[in-house]
């Protein structure tokens, strides 16, 4: 996709997280509080990235994961913008920004936090049959 096909498909605010590496308010998100089991998927290129049973409740005020549902799914890329030293999380499918990973999950496997945009996320529920 080109910059103007992605104009088009997301709104203003996604495209401003996905594309420009912006971040959106903590506790704004629209998927922070979501409980139901499902897929998470890169909101620009509908790849999978997370699944719910690895989300968690961090207190950082975004979405936070353990790990991502395939590592393939995603690249890490050191990030030293507003003078700090960060891990970003791409989409590996279309290289937009998703948020940042930290260290800091001590009681999560692995201790990973994947703290991640709700813009950057589109949510599709696994039914129960």
Not at 66 to 87: C, E, F, H, W
Not at 98 to 124: M, T
Request: with cysteine.
């Amino acid at each position: 996709m080109n910059d103007s096909e992605y104009k088009s498909k997301l709104s203003e605010e996604q495209y401003g997280v996905l594309r420009e590496k912006a971040t959106e308010p903590p506790f704004s998100g629209k998927l922070l509080n979501n409980h139901k089991t499902g897929d998470y998927r890169c909101a620009a290129c509908n790849q999978v990235v997370f699944d719910s049973s690895t989300k968690f409740e961090s207190g950082s005020g975004w979405p936070s994961f353990y790990q991502p549902k395939n590592v393939k799914a995603i690249r890490l890329v050191d990030d030293n913008s507003d003078g700090m030293r960060r891990t970003e999380v791409v989409c590996a499918n279309c290289g937009s920004h998703l948020g940042h990973v930290f260290a800091d999950a001590y009681d999560q496997p692995g201790g990973q936090r994947f703290c991640i945009n709700s813009l950057a996320l589109d949510f599709k529920e696994k039914t129960v049959n």
